[in-house]
């Protein structure tokens, strides 16, 4: 008989860091580390197979600047809210 692997424990241990008290900067940092990440394997994945690059690094920065706006005008938005 094959044994399965206790998969409710990863699943615990994941469910618990994501519901994890953090302040806004480590919010914001995984979320804008996590943005990045994603354009920058876009970037490269359409550069290696289409040999045609569909967005600029100067697009990647602009985007990220933006996301970063966006989470401080709401970050403002919710300070003033309390």
């Given at each position: 008989m094959l044994r399965r692997a206790p998969k409710l424990k990863y699943i615990k241990t994941v469910n618990d860091w994501?519901?994890?008290?953090?302040?806004?900067?480590?919010?914001?940092?995984?979320?804008?580390?996590?943005?990045?990440?994603?354009?920058?394997?876009?970037?490269?994945?359409?550069?290696?197979?289409?040999?045609?690059?569909f967005i600029s690094w100067r697009a990647i920065i602009g985007v990220l600047l933006i996301f970063a706006l966006i989470i401080v005008i709401f970050r403002i938005v919710?300070?003033?809210r309390k």
């Open positions: 994501l519901n994890q008290d953090r302040h806004f900067g480590q919010e914001a940092g995984i979320s804008m580390g996590f943005l990045a990440i994603l354009l920058v394997l876009y970037k490269l994945l359409t550069g290696i197979f289409t040999k045609v690059p919710e300070m003033r």
